[in-house]
Structure formats: structure tokens, C-alpha cells
């Protein structure tokens, strides 16, 4: 009783308490010291940017030859006249018809919604009655024919595998007949697997998708596409930051990438890419994905525009498997089409959905059929909804991400490598007249996409990708990985596959990059060339005689090409900037002088149509004399309108036609 009434006496319950409290302190002492210890231990880097914020990043690439400075998307200067844009839809209307994919049946299902059919009636019981016609193929790769007789169909038709694209409509079948709504479709059929892949594999084989979009570079993909820019820092994704465009426009870069050559030296080695059939003799990248078994695809969305089309003889037979642009080209004749107001080259609209929504369903129709038991190449690339406005992928960011993720639901990721990727940046409009507008131009996003069990496999692959993330690459590298891929599936002993013939410096990503890399070792012209400084110069006498000197060789050129008869020789109107080539190790506080021969950038202004050009050139203050190559200026305005009298590709940046000379201001 005495012992059990002294535990429970305040004076005892008091004592325990500072006793338990002087532990607490001594142990809360400990632990700080513990943390200070802790700190102290790490490297002093690393201990900065624990107590510290991280620095923003300054450079895309820096290494001893190369340094591409880092472009905030959303400085001060461009926030003037950013504005994001708002998505247009092509129809307010619920569908009427809509397919699903049977995969029991491995058949397109055509379904009729009937409630939507009730309200497009009025809600009378007035009947309807919906037929197709098919899309046939042309004589020729890129035609079709004509749309066949009507077929009419009920709700859970099943379409017959060798129909690949149809125009659908719902009429009342009472006289006056009323369209209630009008439709199109493409299906990706199935293909049974050959034989020689039914048998137990061997080595196992990525399969590759080229998700591409027009003038998209990786400054604007940051600014308008956010949300497909995070999902694009997930795992397995890795971003070419010093990947840097080798051409002017679509076609070269692409062609770069699909075949190693450049136009001329294809014209001196293969064919001429502008004579009928030669695009069809040209050693393109699909053609070795066929050799190797793989299933191909290829589409675009605007048939005028797009890459062999263009001012090209296109293909004169089918180039692969699947091929978009027959069924492209009846979709743009037989349905109606829209054109944004402000933005009137580009179709829009074909018919109740956007052009590139048919060119991206058909990426994921043929992805999803097959990617799971076969391997399969295709490329799927749009134009219209980036070519003419460059913050119009704003507006269609959710659209893409949706697609993005599509491929992540299915686990289509799980099966292929994908390419996310464009030709070139912004090359006309106001993104080029920023301070940043060179790079803005000169840098495409490119995103590669490697997935888990490659990386396990290949991990020397891996982290070679993960390295080059940040030292300078080229559409001919990307050549040379294409291949490469080819070539992990193929036996140990097969033949090696030719590389990119434009430059023989290049290589596959899945090896480290040199750390001194230049330009010239990518295949990359100085003119294109992002990886050293150049600073501004000022002085009408020592800039404008360059200026000159440039549009000699230009009006030379139209000269030389016979078509001074046809194009107005240009003066100049005035400079915009001129700029000398400095060096990675020239200060910015280093006077400049003039020299009597060094590189300059300069863009400049000419008095017809007010002409926009900027022109790396190598020129000699001495002589007066400047060497630059014509068909490397680049023309930093629209031009369009200005040279309709020829049909020369190259030749339509410099010409100004006489008949297209608008009065002077």
C-alpha cells in the first residue's frame, strides 16, 4: 500500500515528466547534428541543390564544340502575341454511323445509332436507309478511281476485309430524299501473319512508329503542347535535344531520314526525285523494314502538301502495304471541306472530322492490329493543323495526348519503339523575327520511345540514348538508328545495312555521340547550324555591301536557271540584322572589327513583293566577293503568291514572278 501511494504522488509523476522531456531535447540535438553530419558528407553540389532551388536550364547542348542555348518558351517577347488557340470542331452533330473492331472476328463493324437517327428525323417515324461506297484504287499508286454502287446496310454490318475506305450516308426513304447525315471511313483489314512468322521466334524485333507534325520545334511543342510535353518526360522517353535539321523544308529533312540521301547528291548517285518513278527507285527506309518481314504504313493529311507530292512526281506504284493517300485524295474530292478563315491553304475539314483525325486513326488502327503479333513500320505524319498557324497545335494538344495515351491503354508502348517527332520549326511569320527565331527554325522536336524490355536487353543502347539526349544529332543519325533497328532482328551474321550516304560521320543513336562533335561531322551546313554564337553588327557601310553582294549571286542564280524572263531581278530594300560568326570562345564584351573574310548571317528585305531572305555567307571585305550557296538562303516570309509562274521547288523561294509583282508602297 505505502510503495503503490509513492509511484502515484504528484512530486513522482512531476520528476518523470522533466526526466522524459531532458531525453526528447537530448535526442532532437542528436538528430540535428546527425542531419549537419549528413550534409557536410555530401558533395558540394549536391548539398547546393538540396538547400537551394535548381538552376533553370541555360543550354540544350554544351559541350566543347557545340553549345545550343536553351530557349524559355514563354519569355517576355513572345508572351506579347501568344495566344493559345481554340479547338473548331467540324460537326455539333452526335454520329449517326460508327464502327468498332470485332476482334473475335477480325472484321469493322458498321453501327447504326438509332436514337441520333430519331432526332435528325424530328422524332417522326418517318423511315431511312443507309448505304456505302467504296473507295477503289486507282491504275496508278496515288488515285483512286471512283466511288462504287451503293451498298446498303443495316446496324451490325460486318464490312468485307478488302474494303479499306467508304463513304457512308443515311437518306429518308420517301421522295424528296433527305440526307440525314453523310460520313466517311478507313480501315486498316487484317492481314493473315505469313508462314515464316508463325514459326517459334528468334531474336525479337521492335516494332517502330513515326508519329510525326509539320513546323513543330521543341521551344513551340513546349510552349503549345504542355500537356504532351510532360507525358513525354515519362519513363522510357528521351528527348534529342541537340537535334538539329540538316534542310530548308519538308521534303529534304524527311528525305534525309527515309532514304541517307540529300536531293543532289540522289540526283548524282540514284535518280532525280523530281522525274516520274525515281521516288519509287530510291532506297526509302520501308523498303528495308519489308526485307526484314515487317508490316508497313504511310499516311498524311494534305495530298497537294505533303512530302512526294508536293512539286514531286509522287509514286508510281504502292509503296507499302498500307497506303493513305488513294483514299486521302476521295475523302478530299467527295466529301465537303472546310478551310479555317484566317488560314485558307490547308483543308480543315473533310467532311465531319478534322484531315489529320483520319491520318492519326489510321496510325492507330494499324498499330493496334497488328503490334501484338507481328513487327510493323509506319509513319504518320500532319500538316494542317501546324503548317500555316504555329500555335494552332495548342488547340490540338488533347487530341494528340489522347492518341498518346490510346497507345499507352492498349500497351501498344510495350511492343514498339516509337519516333515523336517533326521536319523543322517555324520557318515563317512572326516566331522567326524573335531573337530566338534561328533556332526557333532550325531545332525540331524529336522524342524517341524505348520500350522496357528493349532497354533490359539493350542496355548499352539505352544509355547511349540517354547520353546523346545532349550532344548534337541529325536527321542522318536518326537514318542510321532506323537501320539499326532493322538490323537487332536480323540474324548475327546477316549483311550490314548501308548507311546514310550524305555523311559518312553519322551514326546509330544507340551509340555514344562524340563529345567534340561539329556540324560538319553530322551532315549539318553551316547555315543550319545552331552549335556556335554569332554576335550583331551595325553600320550601313560595312553590312550593306554583304547584303549586295548576296543578291548578285541570287539574281545569278535566276540566271542560271533560265528564268530571268520570267523573275524580276531584286534590289534591296533594307536589313533587318547582320551578324558575325564569333566562336565558342570569343567574350561578349570582345570588341569587333572588321575582317577582311568571315561568316556572316544576315536577313535582309528586297523591294519586290517586300521579300524576306536570310543568307549565311562567307564574305571577303577586300574583294567585295561573297560565297554562298542559292539554294541554302532561306526565305523567312510567305511566298506563295509570289511565284506562280514556275513550278521549280527550289527556284519558288527566290522568284518573284513579273506577273505576280505587286505595286511598291
Known sequence: ??????????????????????????????????????????????????????KPQQYYVKTSKCQIPYVDPFNSEVMEFYKPESLVTCSNQSDLIWTDYNERL????????????????????????????????????????KLRANKYFTDGYLVPRHVEGIIVECQTAEEPKLVLQKDAFVFIQYQQLPKDLVKPKGVRKPSVIMYGIDSLSRINLRRTMPKVFNFLKGPGWFEMQGYNKVADNSFPNILAILSGYSERTAKENVC?????????????????????SYLTGYAEDESNSNHFNYLKPGFERKPMDYYFRPLLRALEEEMDVYRLPEHDYMRYCLGRRMANRYIYDYGRQFTHRFVHERPIWGMFWSNHFSHDDPFMPSAMQDKVLGDLLEFQGNKDFEEMIMIFFADHGTRFGRLTQLKE?????????????????????????????????HRLSSNFDLHNTLKHIVEI????????????????TCQSLFYPL????????????????TCEPYKVI????????????????????????????????????????????????????????EVETAVYRIK????????????????????????????????????KEDSTCIDDKLAKLYCICFSDLKPER
Open 1 to 54: 500500500m505505502e510503495s503503490r501511494f509513492r509511484a502515484n504522488h504528484p512530486l513522482y509523476k512531476f520528476f518523470a515528466l522533466c526526466c522524459f522531456l531532458l531525453v526528447v531535447v537530448f535526442l532532437m540535438q542528436r538528430s540535428n547534428v546527425s542531419m549537419d553530419e549528413e550534409l557536410n558528407q555530401l558533395p558540394k553540389v549536391t548539398r547546393s541543390e538540396i538547400l537551394s532551388k535548381p
Open 106 to 145: 477480325k472484321s469493322h463493324v458498321l453501327h447504326i445509332d438509332e436514337e441520333v437517327a430519331l432526332q435528325l428525323l424530328n422524332f417522326t417515324d418517318a423511315e431511312f436507309n443507309c448505304f456505302y461506297r467504296e473507295i477503289s484504287y486507282g491504275s496508278k499508286a496515288d488515285t483512286y478511281d
Open 272 to 292: 532525280d526525285t523530281n522525274e516520274p518513278g525515281c521516288l519509287d527507285k530510291m532506297p526509302m527506309m520501308w523498303k528495308f523494314y519489308e526485307n526484314a
Open 437 to 469: 527565331g534561328f533556332l526557333e527554325e532550325r531545332l525540331p522536336m524529336m522524342f524517341i520511345y524505348l520500350p522496357p524490355w528493349f532497354r533490359e536487353t539493350y542496355p548499352t543502347y539505352a544509355k547511349a540514348l540517354e547520353l546523346n539526349q
Open 489 to 504: 532482328g536480323g540474324t548475327p551474321d546477316g549483311p550490314q545495312l548501308p548507311k546514310s550516304f550524305d555523311c559518312p
Open 514 to 529: 562524340p563529345e567534340d562533335r561539329t556540324c560538319s561531322q553530322a551532315g549539318i551546313e553551316e547555315h543550319w547550324c
Open 538 to 593: 551595325h553600320g550601313r557601310e560595312w553590312t550593306e555591301p554583304i547584303a549586295d553582294s548576296v543578291i548578285d549571286r541570287m539574281n545569278e542564280y535566276l540566271v542560271h536557271k533560265n528564268l530571268s524572263q520570267l523573275c524580276s531581278n531584286l534590289t534591296l530594300n533594307y536589313i533587318h540584322k547582320t551578324e558575325i560568326k564569333t566562336g565558342l570562345n570569343a567574350s561578349w564584351h570582345d570588341e569587333l572589327k
Open 604 to 639: 535582309f528585305k528586297v523591294e519586290q513583293n517586300s521579300a524576306d531572305f536570310q543568307a549565311t555567307v562567307v564574305y571577303n571585305s577586300v574583294t567585295k566577293n561573297a560565297e554562298v550557296d542559292v539554294e541554302k538562303i532561306s526565305r523567312t516570309n510567305t511566298y
